[in-house]
DNA sequence: AGATAAGCGAGACGGTACGTCCAGTCTTTAC
DNA sequence: GTAAAGACTGGACGTACCGTCTCGCTTATCT
């Protein structure tokens, strides 16, 4: 994935963007990468901490040993510093291999979801930003539009390579499929119950028989 | 479904509370009912408008025409405030009426979710909260076991009379069932898409094809 | 001396003051002096420990086991219950004994004073009250018109009697008097000094001095 | 008169101060000059109009256009703060100045007091802080160190001068002369009474008569 | 004896101020 | 010109009291 950075300039080892944006003659002390990272950790580890309600920059500048003014001078509010390191933490979990097994990539879908909860970073984060996302566009809006647009063009493809391989019926529909195949597992993120792999096979397990090419309607008995 | 009171004291009209719990002679000037309502609804219109993050008791107690020490008597913490209006908006929207229509008692499920967010104060409320039900064990907990709780007990409840009706394979599981028709509601309301009738639909109609009863596997009869 | 009870309706002990005022058919339960009391006594103690400005009326009312109302019920103000309990204590140290001895009737009025701040509760008491007696004319008034003068005319009548005796000369001055004996000892309460006896006997001997009759007027030498 | 310093880090232009405590680099934004007095200022008003006992930092740091939080940085409490405005306004009252007259001397002593009373900020601060010089170690002992210390130190300076001058007889007790002197003024300002010139008169007068030098009980020596 | 009326302890109530913490900005020195 | 340090205004926090107001109960007088 690729993540839009906020800062108006980027940190230097940027090249790329360097190179793209040359800004001008650059003068005085340059921005410091070492302190741009040290900004972000400490956010990370004060966000998963206290949650996004308690999180207090002063307490972000005193961690990351920097000051208060330094942060503001990077990101405009306590939200847009949040968005970066949910961007940062969300990109490697979206990516769904090609392996010609159907099943296997629906489960990789949903288990890419269960690792990133379970096992980063990236779940005690997003768990504490959950209500920003939900609920505060400047957050909301740019998440939907790169992270959750990108898991959904990510299922599409999945579907679509089912039903070119016949596993799926041509009519499965993309557009919920990744409601059927995440949701229950951000479900579980916040309502509780376990997270694993027992559960991605079932959720998996409905999703492909759902989606399964329609065997010849076969009349039911009658009942009674 | 039947709410803990949060209070130390129960409010006088609270009778059953009263039996079960007899407070001793009850000295001193009595709580305020009116007092205790209006605080509810101060912050929930609050808590709509801002969310959790940028909720002020200060504010609360002016809307409500009420002193902060009369807030804080009552409750511990925002949180607890934030819990017991939770409870009290969430309880109406969990009972499924049996209606003989396994599908129809589906999508009742999914359509409550739906009505509650879309069409209730519970929508903004919630998403206001999902953090910290998500991550503050002081509101999840309770949120989990009483309101959670109390809809997984519905779906279990669909489920098996699903079975009974043989629309459902015997072996069709109730403890994924509300994650595969909940799942995907809350998916969309944190991030977004349509929160309508036909998604319900969607949403209904795969569970219902995934959970059908198996075509008997041999002896398929001969087409021809 | 003779206090006027600042409570509407006296302590039916007091029973001059029921004869002066004789309220009407005085009905419902009655007041209590043990109440009356019991309040002055813990407003003494916590004025004493605390001074006037974290006098609190709640502590008041916990100490004498008594509540708040009952206290407003009494009193119209934190400063008039000060002010009664000044009263109570500040009364029993004014009267000098004639003694036909003019050095010392001058030196009960210092002494007096001395004791009275020393070794008696008012000492504390006044201490606490300082600022509101020069500056809260609710609290000065009264006790300047009752206390001050009552002490005043003490010293007037140890003055006239001096003169009659010939011990002092006969335009001495009653009007600053009081000042110059008991002056000395409330700038030592307020701006420290020992208050013992030798200090009241050079203040008496001072003004002991400065008053005496004079001597006919020895021409004194030319200075050169 | 020399005063201390209650911040901690002195005003700038406090240099003989910074000298004696060389503070390390000095870092970071300094303390405002121009806000220090805005705090004195509207201190010292609150304080005239409403005393001690009513003084509201809030009001104090409303009023001086400053956040509560620069008041609590600089001084640690209501009464460190008003000790500051005490030591600042008493300075200037204390000084008299030789002038060859005994008796003008002694008025200067009486007359500064009384003027600092009637016609300077210095008389309604007092009034509304004699309680706590009284009764509070914390503001009392600094200012009977500096303060009355200061006027004692005067007054024995002049009543040495009138010994030498031959004015006042020669074991005339400097220790009881402040009382003698300056007790009478604060007298009628605490209980009543009026603070004008022909007071002074009568109480200089009184002193100068207890303190003048003996007629000689035995045969003066004849002059020349 | 019962009705009437206050007194009384307890504690809720709307407020005001407390002293603390942060947000976001500004001002200094150091690099 | 960027950075750390920290002062600055302003706003909210959670607590403590103020003076008032219900409550249930007690203690007297009046009928």
């Known amino acids: ?7 108006v300039r980027p940190a230097t080892t940027d090249v790329a963007t360097v190179e793209l944006e040359p800004l001008p003659p650059l003068r005085g002390r340059p921005r410091s990468d070492r302190i741009h990272r040290a900004i972000l950790d400490a956010t990370r580890e004060l966000l998963v901490q ?18 208060k003014a330094t942060i503001y001078r990077r990101w405009p509010s306590k939200e847009a510093l ?28 949903v288990m890419n979801s269960v690792r990133s909860i379970t096992q980063t970073p990236f779940g005690p984060v997003i768990r504490a930003l959950l209500s ?3 609920g505060n566009p400047s957050i909301g809006d740019p998440f939907r539009e790169m992270v959750v647009g990108a898991r959904r063009s990510q299922v599409a493809l999945v579907i679509e ?19 059927l195949l995440v949701g229950p597992v951000y479900f579980r993120l916040v309502f509780g119950g376990r997270l694993d792999e027992a559960f991605a096979d079932r959720v998996v397990g409905l999703v492909l028989e759902g989606y399964a090419p329609r065997v010849p309607p076969i009349p039911r008995p009658m009942p009674r």
């Open 132 to 134: 920003q996302i939900a």
């Open 161 to 179: 390579r089912g039903i070119a391989r016949g596993d799926l019926r041509p009519d499965a529909d993309p557009s919920v499929a990744t409601e």
């Open 82 to 109: 949040a968005l970066e390191l949910l961007f940062e933490l969300a990109g490697p979990h979206i990516e769904v291999a090609e392996s010609g097994d159907t099943r296997g990539e629906l489960k990789a879908v």
């Open 50 to 67: 206290d949650g996004f309600t308690k999180l207090r920059l002063e307490r972000v500048a005193a961690r990351a040993g920097v000051g």
């Open 1 to 7: 994935m690729n993540i839009p950075a906020t800062t």
